[in-house]
């Protein structure tokens, strides 16, 4: 099993849609979320970490219910940059911190 | 900002050669990392540095090796190069409130 699961998509919607992406998480010493932003061919880029209490810039609200292991995105008002692939990521502390990644959610969207 | 640099946007090697990817960072960050992404299986963690000449490995460690004489640099080594490294290789350095990626070397084994 992934430790970082994301459903490939591509998830297809119109200019102004409303569209949310979920994630899950099976390792529990995950302590750290973000989502990162990758453009085709160019390199991941934060968009947000993830709080417990949730947390909104602009038009984007990530949530993350540890008890379920679960991190979700939402982006209202969807515009055509917003195409990408977004990757759900868990930092995990072993001692180290390293970054785990999901294999990353395709959105596409059209006029 | 953080930049992240790597010496190579595009790589042709042959098999069997050895072949260094280059990453600097500008922010004096204790710690970075060297991971490979592959269509379908997202990016994996190849190794990471935590201090100058400190390494640990990530969970594709073989093949590679890595070497950080200076804070700002960790160099990623492939040995003897096989078609199956051929991949995008992505170096990060992280910071407090999240890590940035370098633009990324894509690689091509012949």
């Known amino acids: 099993r992934k430790e970082v699961e994301q459903d490939p998509g591509p998830f297809n919607v119109p200019e102004g849609a409303t569209v949310a992406f979920n994630c899950t998480y099976s390792?529990?010493?995950?302590?750290?979320f973000f989502w990162y932003r990758q453009d085709c061919r160019k390199e991941p880029k934060l968009l947000m970490s993830?709080?417990?209490s949730g947390n909104e810039d602009g038009r984007f609200t990530a949530q993350l219910n540890r008890a379920s292991q679960y991190i979700s995105l939402l982006i209202r008002d969807s515009k055509l940059s917003d195409s990408a692939t977004y990757l759900c990521v868990a930092e995990l502390n072993t001692g180290f911190q390293k970054l785990v990644f999901g294999t990353g959610t395709r959105l596409l969207v059209s006029p | 900002d953080v930049k992240v640099t790597q010496s190579s946007r595009y790589l042709v090697k042959r098999t069997g050669e050895k072949v260094f990817l280059e990453c600097v960072q500008d922010m004096d960050h204790e710690n970075m990392f060297w991971y490979r992404q592959d269509p379908g299986l997202g990016l994996r963690l190849i190794y990471f540095?935590?201090?100058?000449?400190?390494?640990e490995k990530g969970d594709i460690p073989e093949g590679y090796s890595v070497s950080r004489e200076k804070k700002e640099r960790f160099s990623l080594i492939l040995e003897s190069a096989s078609t199956n490294q051929t991949s995008m290789y992505l170096c990060a350095s992280r910071a407090q409130g999240g890590y940035t990626f370098g633009s990324g070397t894509r690689l091509t084994v012949v």
């Open positions: 390792n529990s010493a995950s302590q750290s």
């Open positions: 993830v709080y417990s």
């Open positions: 540095s935590y201090d100058v000449k400190m390494k």
